[in-house]
C-alpha cells in the first residue's frame, strides 16, 4: 500500500460509526480532502491530539482509487495552536475562519498561497487575540485576492473616478467598489463610508503580523468584519454557516 504524506490542518470533525471520526483536512500539496480517523475514539487512540480545530500536523495517508475518502492512519503534530483554544471567542473566531475555507475551496485544488495565508493568520492571532474580527477581515479580503477576486478599493470599477473621501458601494462579481454615480439599486450592493473604505484598504495591505496596528472600537471593527464576510458570501456565492453563532457568542462574552 503507497502512503501519502501531507502536511495540513483540520477544519472539520464529526462522529462516524462507533470509534471513528471523518475529518476535512486543508493540506498544502492536496488541497481541501475529507479523510477517514479509524478508532480515534479510543482512550487510548494516539492521533485525537492531532485532529483538532487548526491544529498543523504531517499526516500519513493512503486511499483506494475508488474510494472516497482517504485513510488518515498516522500523524505528527507540528502547531497546536494552543493559546487559541483556551477562550471560548477566540474558538468561534476559528470556526468562522474554517467555515471560510470549507465554503470557498475547491476539493483536491492545493493552493500554497492561501495555506501560507492561513498559518501568518494563525500565527497572529496567536500572538494577540486582541483584535481577531480586523484579523478576520484582513484575511477574508486577502483570500478573495488569492482566489483570483481582487477588491479595486482606489478608485471606482466603472468610471475610474477616484474614491478617496467618498461613498462608495461593494458590489460582488464587479470587482470591488462603485460611486454613488455608478453604482446600481439593488440588495446586492454594500454600502461603505470613506472611513470603512480607508480601513478596508489598510486590512487588505498590510502584513497580516501588522494588523494589529489599526485600533477599531469594537462596534466598527464588527461591521467591517460583516462587510467582508457578505462580499465573500456573494462572490463566492455558498453561505457560511457560522456567523449567526459567532455573533451570538461574542454578544455574550
Same mark, same amino acid.
Given at each position: 500500500?503507497?502512503? +501519502? ?8 470533525? *464529526? ?6 471520526? +471523518? ?8 488541497? %481541501?480532502?475529507?479523510? +477517514?480517523?479509524k478508532g ?20 500519513s495517508l ?102 478617496? *473621501? ?7 462579481? %464587479? ?13 446586492? *450592493? ?19 503580523e501588522k494588523?494589529? +496596528? ?7 471593527? %464588527? ?14 456565492? %455558498? ?15
Amino acid at each position: 500500500m503507497n502512503f +501519502i504524506p501531507a502536511r495540513g490542518f483540520v477544519l472539520e470533525s *464529526r462522529n462516524f460509526a462507533e470509534a471513528d471520526k +471523518i475529518v476535512q483536512l486543508y493540506t498544502l500539496s492536496l488541497g %481541501r480532502i475529507k479523510a +477517514i480517523v479509524k478508532g480515534v475514539r479510543k482512550p487510548k487512540s494516539k492521533l485525537s491530539s492531532a485532529i483538532d480545530l487548526f491544529t498543523e500536523s504531517s499526516f500519513s495517508l493512503h486511499k483506494k482509487p475508488s474510494a472516497d475518502l482517504y485513510v488518515l492512519s498516522q500523524a505528527k503534530v507540528l502547531n497546536s495552536y494552543s493559546e487559541l483554544k483556551k477562550d471560548f471567542k477566540t474558538i468561534t473566531a476559528l470556526q468562522v475562519l474554517a467555515d471560510i475555507l470549507v465554503q470557498s475551496l475547491h476539493d483536491t485544488e492545493p493552493h500554497p498561497e492561501v495555506y501560507s495565508l492561513l498559518r501568518e493568520t494563525l500565527s497572529a492571532m496567536n500572538r494577540d487575540n486582541s483584535g481577531l474580527e480586523s484579523l478576520l477581515a484582513s484575511f477574508g479580503l486577502k483570500f478573495l485576492d488569492l482566489l483570483g477576486y481582487p477588491l479595486e478599493l482606489t478608485a471606482c470599477v466603472e468610471c475610474e473616478t477616484p474614491l478617496l *473621501r467618498k461613498k462608495a458601494y461593494l458590489i460582488p462579481h %464587479r470587482g470591488g467598489a462603485l460611486c454613488e454615480d455608478c453604482c446600481p439599486t439593488g440588495p446586492s *450592493r454594500l454600502k461603505v463610508s470613506p472611513v470603512e473604505l480607508e480601513v478596508l484598504k489598510k486590512l487588505w495591505t498590510l502584513p497580516m503580523e501588522k494588523v494589529h +496596528i489599526l485600533k477599531m472600537k469594537p462596534a466598527f471593527s %464588527r461591521g467591517i468584519l460583516l462587510t467582508v464576510l457578505e462580499y465573500l458570501e456573494r462572490t463566492v456565492e %455558498r453561505k457560511l454557516k457560522t456567523v449567526e453563532y459567532y455573533l451570538s457568542v461574542s454578544e455574550k462574552i
